[in-house]
């Protein structure tokens, strides 16, 4: 018989995130199929994103990769031409008021794009440590940057994206010694929360460790061709 | 966003005749989400959504990070972001619990 409890209960177990995780499925998809390497690159703001993707169009097209990045800001298209200006196919994402790329922004951005043949995407995301590295957009790894001046205790504050991160990127070491940053604390604290990433020392305005760089990305590309 | 995510997979959820009007949502959140439950809250509380749904309050259960060993192959969990294996300390270990964002139940 039917008691007269009035009070009921449905278990859902669904992850929140199912929307955004669903098209970042398709992305990575259409990813498979045209062999590309999609990288989301993800750092604060000013710690040299722009500048290493400026950096790298001449080196990428002497290694023979074909490529193209995607670059999100919230408001403006500075990055883009900057990019643009350095010789890459670029295409800006703008965010408005949302502080990260979702999968949805990628999915229209590629509609754009001819993915034949392209050996890598690049994605830039917006300057931020926190809401990117929740996002799923269809990527086949994150790669986290660092910068000097922000300090060696951020993998500890915002584990989240050094855990996420496929590979850890140093950057602003020309200034190493000027400020007050102890860089063995900082690769201890990244690999307390990532003992797998590999990290790699750079200067995107002076260009050390790009090639390093270029080889770590060459070899992701050739082992996304070989599946 | 995320708030918007939660309340179009909780109108699916209510659409049937037999749920009546939620009292509780109850929510699992893996400790490295940068989700902060007030604010989850307030977004909700504001957010626009169906009757049924109205008075609806969030519970929000913070999950543990937990680990499983590479060397050992046991599972600990830890409140520290120093994700090593409490039993034999190796730094290989992959993260099994802790990332999560899961709608799990409601009740009216």
Avoid at chain 1, 55 to 72: Q, R
Avoid at chain 1, 100 to 128: P, Q, T
Avoid at chain 2, 77 to 105: A, M, R, Y
Wanted: charged share 25%.
């Amino acid at each position: 018989m039917v008691t007269g409890v009035n009070m009921a209960f449905k278990v859902i177990k669904e992850n929140v995130l199912k929307a955004n995780d669903n098209t970042a499925s398709v992305i990575r998809e259409s990813m498979k199929k045209s062999k590309t390497l999609m990288i989301n690159i993800i750092s604060s703001p000013g710690a040299g994103k722009t500048t290493l993707i400026e950096k790298i169009p001449p080196m990428l097209k002497d290694a023979g990769i074909s490529f193209a990045v995607l670059t999100g800001d919230c408001f403006t298209s500075n990055d883009a031409t900057r990019i643009d200006k350095a010789g890459a196919q670029v295409i800006q994402i703008n965010t408005g008021n949302s502080c990260h790329i979702d999968a949805g922004f990628i999915k229209k951005a590629i509609s754009e794009i001819n993915m034949d043949g392209l050996d890598l995407l690049i994605v830039e995301n917006v300057g931020n440590l926190v809401c990117p590295a929740e996002f799923d957009i269809g990527e086949d790894c994150k790669i986290v940057i660092l910068s000097i001046p922000e300090g060696d205790d951020k993998p500890k504050k915002y584990p989240l994206v050094f855990t996420e991160s496929e590979l850890v990127l140093l950057n602003k070491v020309d200034l190493l010694g000027h400020l007050p940053f102890d860089i063995d604390e900082c690769i201890k604290n990244i690999q307390g929360v990532n003992s797998k990433a590999p990290i790699i020392k750079i200067s995107s305005l002076k260009g050390d460790g790009i090639d390093e760089f270029i080889g770590w990305i060459t070899k992701r590309i050739n082992i996304k061709k070989e599946r | 966003m995320i708030t918007k995510n939660l309340v179009s997979l909780l109108e699916d959820a209510v659409r049937p005749n037999d749920v009546g009007q939620v009292k509780t949502v109850y929510l699992e959140v893996g400790r490295l989400r940068y989700l902060v439950p007030e604010i989850v809250t307030s977004c909700f509380a504001q957010i626009e959504k169906s009757d049924k749904l109205k008075q609806a309050k969030l519970d929000l259960k913070v999950l543990p990070v937990k680990l499983r060993c590479s060397d050992c192959g046991k599972e600990s969990s830890t409140d520290e972001n120093n994700f090593i294996c409490s039993f034999c300390l190796s730094k290989d270990v992959d993260i099994v619990s802790g990332k999560e964002f899961i709608l799990k139940s409601i009740e009216w």
